[in-house]
């Protein structure tokens, strides 16, 4: 299993950034995913998740302003981020887990949990006032 994040950079604040998580070895129709993030010092946050069926959660502070989309056909998670703020500026990671949420309370659990069996290695993003 490979999942390789890329897509980062800078931005000024109140910009976008598109985040892309390619993902190899594994059947991607079989799997939910996510984005997470950890900024220096802090502890790793949950930003979305996405089920097989393309079922989306949000955490509290992300929605409005990130979409979490996939293409199957592609095996690519994406994230799209706009009206970025600097404290948005994170190291950003996808995950994979085998199967379904099943419920949107189960996905909340699994976007506060971090519960997920496989991670990239995460894109640098860095947003500046």
């Known amino acids: 299993v490979q999942l390789v994040e890329s897509g980062g950079g800078s931005a000024q604040a109140g910009g976008s950034l598109t985040l892309s998580c390619s993902a190899s070895?594994?059947?991607?129709?079989?799997?939910?995913m996510g984005w997470f993030r950890q900024a220096p010092g802090k502890e790793r946050e949950g930003v979305a998740t996405?089920?097989?069926?393309?079922?989306?959660s949000y955490a509290e502070s992300m929605k409005g302003r990130f979409t979490i989309f996939q293409d199957d056909a592609k095996n690519t998670l994406y994230l799209q981020m706009n009206s970025l703020k600097p404290e948005d500026s994170a190291m950003y990671s996808c995950a994979a887990n085998y199967g379904t949420f099943s419920t949107s309370a189960r996905a909340s659990k699994f976007l506060s949990s971090g519960a997920f069996q496989y991670w990239g290695r995460g894109t640098q993003v860095t947003v500046s006032s």
């Open positions: 070895g594994f059947t991607y129709s079989s799997y939910c």
């Open positions: 996405i089920d097989s069926d393309g079922t989306r």
